[in-house]
Structure formats: structure tokens, C-alpha cells
């Protein structure tokens, strides 16, 4: 009876831990969404493409310390499995309009994002709704997106002719193509994970997908 009750305890102590909404790694994702507005206008204005292209930067560098701040510090949360892959999703679709807007990144480069991107969430809001899934987050999916968030602004550095312009341009090509082709390889993996839960198989899910 002892042990029924420490194991209760244990479980009520774990749903009391994940449902935690004040956590640093939260703040931190929370930080990268209100630095989105600031590199967006940033872009937007002429003359000052550089720093907007430093500030977006620093979003995508600080990607993985929300998520490695959790998993070393025992802060791994429900809002933070939604915050992180929202920040990433946010900063990158918005960067992605105001670069398309400057001409600075082309419309059919931005469209394979945006498609992609709308179809995941999508799914993703039908599944949570109807059948409470959420899926895992893949390392693929944050390759992807690690390339992809590193390509383009490259790209822009270099259509906005800045120093290296050449070599931040044909870098960024090679790494928005890798980012491009695994992007598109996650989206496959996730819709091997959907159907495995839906059949309620072994192995999936805890939180959205990257």
C-alpha cells in the first residue's frame, strides 16, 4: 500500500513538473518570439538589412538552448514542447515574408517552406484535437531547420551585397537545398509516426513537431 502511494505521489509530482508554465527554458522561447517584430522591422527598413540579418541570427543561434536548458535542468514542460517549435515556426515564415517582400529571397524557395509548414500544422491541430496526439519532435526535423534557418539568411546577406557576399550566397544555397530535401524528409518520417499512434503502436509522441 506503501509503495502504491509513493508511486501515486511520484505520478502526481510528474504531472505537477511538465504542467509548469514559469521556467527558464520557457522564458527563453518567449524571448526568441518577441525578438521576431524586432528583425522583421529591422529588414524592412533600408539601410539597416545588416543588423536585422545579426538579430535573426541570434534567434536561430539560440534554437537549441531552450531545449538543452530542459532536458539538463529537469524544466522540460508541456508549454515548452509548443513554445519551441512555435518559435522556430514563427521566426522562420517571418523572415521569410519580409526577405521575399525586399527581394532578397525568392517566392518558390519561400512557397516550399510555407506549404510544407501549413500542411504539419494542419495535421497537427486535427490530430490534437480529435485524437489528443501530439507527435515527437525529430532530429531530422531540427536538422532541417537548423540549415534552413542558417541558408537564408545567407542568402539575403549576400543579395543585399554585404562583406563575402559571394561566399555567404553559394553557402547558403548549399544549405538551404540540404535543409530543403531533410525538411521534406522529416514531414515523411512524421506521417510514419501519425500512422503508427493512430494504429496505437509503440514509440511516438509528447510533443509538436518540427
Known sequence: MDQQAAT??????????????ATVPNLISLVR?????????????????????????????TDWVDGYVARHTGQVSNLGKLLDPIADRLALISALIVL???????????????????AILVTGAILLLRSRLRLDVRWIGKFATLCLMFGIPSIAWGHFGFTLHRLATDGGWVLFLTGIVTY???????????????????????????
Open 8 to 21: 501515486g505521489e511520484a505520478d502526481r509530482l510528474h504531472r505537477a513538473s511538465i504542467d509548469r508554465v
Open 33 to 61: 518570439i518577441l525578438s521576431i517584430p524586432v528583425f522583421v522591422l529591422l529588414l524592412a527598413h533600408h539601410g539597416t538589412e545588416a543588423a536585422g540579418l545579426f538579430v535573426l541570427g541570434a534567434v536561430v543561434a
Open 100 to 118: 521575399v517582400v525586399r527581394h532578397a529571397f525568392p517566392l518558390w524557395g519561400a512557397m516550399l517552406l510555407i506549404v510544407r509548414d501549413a
Open 184 to 210: 521534406y524528409g522529416a514531414g515523411v518520417v512524421y506521417g510514419f509516426d501519425i500512422a503508427r499512434e493512430l494504429r496505437g503502436g509503440p514509440g511516438a509522441a509528447g510533443a509538436a513537431s518540427a
